[in-house]
């Protein structure tokens, strides 16, 4: 894990990317259980931390993701914004000035959950990207020193959003459909499950790339 925030570009770049490239698939989940805004709700947000990117890579890790929380909550808006909002600033909190590891990006990231899942009132098991970060934050702290903790993190997202297929959903406008909803993988779970790949992909490969 960087100490500094100058690869936050490129995390922010692979981020974009992988959503573009998921986008028809991300959008016809949402479709059928959703509202269909997913994507262009998450790439506005996306786009505007794109062009603040030099910026947020000039900062320390605490305020960047304080800047990265507040920007996400103003240019997505609605529910997803003020969730994704909150993870950021709450990851943001309990990173004070401590040097950047896996073992103390983990544990702001279980908190960062921790949040989410106070603000959404809602948790494991309802079919949204809570099925995703929940496993993904216990896997992260239990394996943060783990020579395989990428590995790790990437089989349990990916193992996380397809779960949700068989979920009934209980948060959110899918819950309207009741039983109607098993079937289709939640689309906020798949596109958390995208997101965090890419950033193990970027992160992996700089930790194994020779200086």
Request: aromatic share 4%; charged share 20%.
């Given at each position: 894990?960087?100490?500094?925030?100058?690869?936050?570009?490129?995390?922010?770049?692979?981020?974009?990317?992988?959503?573009e490239?998921?986008?028809?698939?991300?959008?016809?989940?949402?479709?059928?259980?959703?509202?269909?805004?997913?994507?262009t709700n998450l790439?506005?947000?996306?786009?505007?931390?794109?062009?603040?990117?030099?910026?947020?890579?000039?900062?320390?890790?605490?305020?960047?993701?304080?800047?990265?929380?507040m920007?996400?909550?103003?240019?997505?808006?609605?529910?997803?914004?003020?969730l994704?909002?909150?993870?950021?600033?709450a990851?943001?909190?309990?990173?004070?000035?401590e040097?950047?590891?896996?073992?103390?990006?983990?544990?702001?990231f279980?908190?960062?959950?921790?949040?989410?899942?106070?603000?959404?009132?809602?948790?494991?098991?309802?079919?949204?990207?809570?099925?995703?970060l929940i496993?993904?934050?216990?896997?992260?702290?239990?394996?943060?020193?783990?020579p395989?903790?990428?590995?790790?993190?990437?089989?349990?997202?990916?193992?996380?959003?397809?779960?949700?297929?068989?979920?009934?959903?209980?948060?959110?406008?899918?819950?309207?459909?009741?039983e109607?909803?098993?079937?289709?993988?939640?689309?906020?779970?798949?596109?958390?499950?995208?997101?965090?790949?890419?950033?193990?992909?970027?992160?992996?490969?700089?930790?194994?790339?020779?200086?």
């Open positions: 894990m960087s100490n500094t925030t100058a690869l936050l570009p490129e995390l922010i770049l692979a981020v974009a990317k992988t959503i490239n998921n986008a028809e698939e991300l959008t016809s989940l949402d479709q059928a259980i959703g509202d269909g805004d997913h994507v790439q506005r947000g996306i786009q505007a931390l794109a062009a603040q990117s030099e910026a947020l890579s000039q900062l320390a890790w605490q305020a960047a993701l304080q800047k990265i929380g920007t996400v909550m103003a240019s997505i808006g609605g529910a997803s914004g003020s994704y909002g909150t993870l950021f600033l990851m943001s909190k309990n990173l004070q000035d040097p950047l590891t896996l073992t103390t990006f983990a544990d702001a279980s908190k960062g959950v921790e949040a989410l899942k106070q603000r959404g009132k809602t948790d494991k098991g309802e079919k949204t990207m809570l099925d995703v496993p993904v934050a216990e896997r992260l702290s239990q394996n943060a020193n783990t395989d903790v990428f590995e790790q993190v990437k089989l349990t997202a990916v193992t996380g959003a397809e779960a949700t297929r068989d979920m009934v959903a209980t948060k959110g406008r899918a819950s309207f459909l009741g109607r909803s098993r079937g289709h993988i939640d689309a906020g779970a798949k596109s958390s499950q995208l997101m965090i790949c890419a950033i193990v992909d970027v992160l992996s490969e700089k930790s194994t790339t020779p200086p």
